[in-house]
């Protein structure tokens, strides 16, 4: 599999101490350092402030994760995984290729956010890993005829994390609307290789705001 750039999400919550000022220029240094920064407003207990980074240079992103939180960001939860174009999607044109090792987010108009992980099931009567090429393809087309019955409302980065972390791959949705972002993954689960074989982890959704307005 092809495999492009790193993506690592972090999830915060402010602290008393936050440094507006020193938060901001966290952001600008790996912005200026060729790093794209994503962040988002969080809804629920699990998190308040959500940033995407996405960048060729690991130290980049660490430098990143270590001035936000010396900015007073205490990071509650993170992913970490890296763009792909999988084994299911080599005939895809070439725009689309590159859209999926080389991503330029967020998408205009699109400002609701959702991250979740998942992986594929290897238990007895439902092992994806022991399922033949040919019938994964099969199911993998089936997941992807479904998606595009939303074309123009999402827009989905689907990056790998085997052996970087809990899950095997992490899964960003920008839509429209949070209304949008259940329907497709509503939608979506019936198709055979989720409904079958899919394993989900936490989900968190919010929307896209600088983070001026966040802090």
């Not at 790093?35 to 969080?42: D, E, H, L, P, S």
């Amino acid at each position: 599999m092809d495999t492009g750039v790193c993506v690592l999400h972090l999830f915060c919550s402010p602290t008393a101490t936050v440094d507006r000022a020193a938060l901001t220029s966290a952001i600008t240094d790996a912005t200026s350092a060729d790093c794209q920064v994503i962040t988002a407003a969080m809804l629920g207990h699990k998190a308040d402030i959500g940033v995407m980074a996405i960048s060729s240079d690991m130290a980049v992103l660490h430098s990143l994760q270590i001035n936000i939180q010396r900015a007073g960001l205490n990071i509650r939860d993170s992913y970490l995984s890296i763009t792909e174009v999988s084994e299911y999607a080599k005939g895809l044109p070439e725009e689309a290729l590159r859209d999926r090792l080389y991503p330029q987010l967020p998408p205009e108009g699109k400002p609701a956010f959702c991250f979740y992980p998942m992986s594929k099931r290897r238990e007895g009567h439902a092992n994806w890993y022991a399922t033949p090429f040919d019938q994964r393809t099969e199911m993998m087309m089936e997941h992807g005829k479904s998606g595009r019955a939303f074309a123009g409302k999402i827009v989905q980065l689907v990056t790998a994390s085997t052996g970087l972390d809990s899950h095997e791959w992490g899964v960003t949705l920008f839509g429209i609307s949070l209304e949008i972002i259940k329907d497709v993954v509503y939608t979506m689960r019936f198709d055979k290789g989720s409904a079958v074989y899919g394993e989900f982890g936490d989900f968190f959704v919010g929307y896209l705001a600088p983070i001026d307005d966040l802090v």
